[in-house]
């Protein structure tokens, strides 16, 4: 058994614009082979047996239902279901997941089966993120995140015209490229640890702009909801706003791939409602207007930056002897 969704991602095996098994695909692939049932995230799908009762603890007999991936639990656990709803998701890495009404094909996204059934999403994500603030707070010798951040926010927006292309495991969406690595351009003996780690908070930020600009294409996102670790990071969450234009909800309970799968296992075993939604919003972070024309210009420098530099970064890939052993060259959906 596998959910419609984590099956939509065996593109081409599964014809995502019709939620089943592209039989020619499945049966070119993997002929030998059964191919699993489907079933969405919510339904039941069997019960725990004796065997499994007695090695888990769990009753005999409750009711197990499919669920789904992490990051797209987690969208379910904060209300992201109706098209146009969109999730940041703030982790080592960003991931995108937004809802949309109709099938829409971009080779920069990934376009998938939902949660709920018969329904559609476009997803996308970064391979750095959290990953690269801690790698900066390491390289800085451990210092406080408290205070690598306060000496961020001391920087103006702009971080006085330096830029980081946060690539440092290569790049997913939009770029795609394993061999991508990252760039600090502009630097100058002016610029500070401060100015560093606020450029690679706006780094991340212009990159999920290029991510949702591309989203806007298949269906404008009605509200933009953040979730994960990240969100902790009052800067780095009001920098993604500034950068993006988008206003974003933060709900009460930021971290909750567990709890949205729990909603599926209620909804499924009709404990709730279908409707039913746990989340709550704490607050609300809206772009500030007058940095609009500041970022305006760094982004399409910043556009500009990566196709500029690829030739000379793939050389540099070419030397880097860690590349064919760290899985920097692999970069999986979710």
Same mark, same amino acid.
Request: charged letters at 20%.
């Given at each position: 058994?596998?959910?419609?969704?984590?099956?939509?991602?065996?593109?081409?095996?599964?014809?995502?614009?019709?939620?089943?098994?592209?039989?020619?695909?499945?049966?070119?692939?993997?002929?030998?082979?059964?191919?699993?049932?489907?079933?969405?995230?919510?339904?039941?799908?069997?019960?725990?047996?004796?065997?499994?009762?007695?090695?888990?603890?769990?009753?005999? $007999?409750?009711?197990?239902?499919?669920?789904?991936?992490?990051?797209?639990?987690?969208?379910?656990?904060?209300?992201?279901?109706?098209?146009?709803?969109?999730?940041?998701?703030?982790?080592?890495?960003?991931?995108?997941?937004?809802?949309?009404?109709?099938?829409?094909?971009?080779?920069?996204?990934?376009?998938?089966?939902?949660?709920?059934?018969?329904?559609?999403?476009?997803?996308?994500?970064?391979?750095?993120?959290?990953?690269?603030?801690?790698?900066?707070?390491?390289?800085?010798?451990?210092?406080?995140?408290?205070?690598?951040?306060?000496?961020?926010?001391?920087?103006?927006?702009?971080?006085?015209?330096?830029?980081?292309?946060?690539?440092?495991?290569?790049?997913?969406?939009?770029?795609?490229?394993?061999?991508?690595? $990252?760039?600090?351009?502009?630097?100058?003996?002016?610029?500070?640890?401060?100015?560093?780690?606020?450029?690679?908070?706006?780094?991340?930020?212009?990159?999920?702009?290029?991510?949702?600009?591309?989203?806007?294409?298949?269906?404008?996102?009605?509200?933009?909801?953040?979730?994960?670790?990240?969100?902790?990071?009052?800067?780095?969450?009001?920098?993604?706003?500034?950068?993006?234009?988008?206003?974003?909800?933060?709900?009460?309970?930021?971290?909750?791939? $567990?709890?949205?799968?729990?909603?599926?296992?209620?909804?499924?075993?009709?404990?709730?409602?279908?409707?039913?939604?746990?989340?709550?919003?704490?607050?609300?972070?809206?772009?500030?207007?007058?940095?609009?024309?500041?970022?305006?210009?760094?982004?399409?420098?910043?556009?500009?930056?990566?196709?500029?530099?690829?030739?000379?970064?793939?050389?540099?890939?070419?030397?880097?002897?860690?590349?064919?052993?760290? $899985?920097?060259?692999?970069?999986?959906?979710?």
């Amino acid at each position: 058994m596998i959910d419609h969704h984590t099956a939509s991602q065996c593109d081409p095996m599964y014809e995502t614009a019709r939620f089943r098994w592209n039989e020619p695909w499945a049966q070119r692939i993997c002929a030998h082979l059964e191919m699993p049932r489907l079933a969405w995230p919510s339904e039941v799908i069997g019960t725990v047996h004796a065997a499994g009762a007695q090695d888990s603890g769990i009753p005999a $007999g409750t009711p197990v239902v499919a669920g789904t991936v992490d990051a797209f639990s987690e969208a379910f656990s904060v209300g992201v279901r109706a098209p146009g709803d969109q999730m940041l998701m703030y982790g080592s890495t960003m991931f995108l997941v937004q809802i949309i009404d109709r099938y829409h094909s971009d080779p920069a996204l990934w376009t998938t089966a939902g949660i709920e059934p018969d329904t559609l999403a476009l997803a996308a994500g970064t391979s750095t993120a959290g990953s690269l603030i801690s790698w900066l707070q390491s390289t800085c010798g451990d210092v406080p995140i408290d205070q690598l951040v306060a000496e961020a926010q001391a920087v103006p927006p702009g971080c006085e015209g330096l830029l980081v292309l946060p690539y440092l495991a290569g790049e997913r969406t939009p770029v795609f490229d394993p061999h991508a690595r $990252g760039i600090l351009a502009g630097i100058t003996l002016r610029h500070n640890r401060g100015h560093i780690f606020r450029a690679a908070y706006e780094g991340i930020s212009f990159g999920i702009r290029r991510i949702l600009d591309r989203f806007d294409d298949a269906h404008v996102a009605a509200r933009t909801v953040a979730v994960g670790g990240g969100v902790r990071s009052a800067l780095w969450v009001q920098t993604m706003s500034d950068i993006t234009g988008r206003a974003q909800l933060i709900p009460e309970q930021t971290i909750g791939a $567990g709890y949205g799968d729990a909603l599926l296992a209620a909804i499924g075993t009709e404990l709730v409602a279908p409707e039913t939604d746990w989340a709550r919003i704490s607050h609300v972070v809206e772009p500030q207007d007058r940095l609009r024309p500041l970022y305006d210009d760094l982004y399409g420098t910043r556009l500009e930056l990566y196709p500029a530099t690829r030739p000379q970064i793939h050389r540099l890939s070419a030397l880097d002897n860690s590349s064919d052993q760290d $899985g920097s060259g692999d970069q999986p959906m979710v």
